[in-house]
């Protein structure tokens, strides 16, 4: 029996440890967020890509003197290689 209360009170103590160390706990949670933050380069990178397109959307090259819509395409690179496109047109009346 003694055994036993011993063996229930090392486990509580680990997950009571493994809590403390856990992004449960606000300063661990604080410290890994500004260890992110102080090289963003490793979390993010951004290309900015310029695309001429045609009336009829097709892609264009940048020599090619025909009437087009170009805009600049900006893609968010996360650090586990997802990618996101952000694009804004402007729109005028």
Not at 28 to 57: A, C, Q, R, W
Not at 72 to 82: K, S
């Amino acid at each position: 029996m003694l055994s036993h209360s011993s063996d229930e009170a090392l486990n509580a103590g680990k997950s009571y440890q493994s809590t403390v160390n856990s992004l449960a706990n606000p300063d661990v949670y604080l410290d890994t967020l500004l260890n992110y933050l102080e090289n963003p380069d490793n979390l993010l990178s951004i290309n900015k890509l310029h695309f001429k397109l045609s009336k009829m959307g097709i892609k264009l090259n940048e020599d090619d003197q025909q009437s087009a819509n170009e805009f600049d395409i900006h893609e968010l690179n996360w650090r586990d290689n997802i990618r996101v496109v952000v694009l804004q047109i402007p729109h005028t009346c």
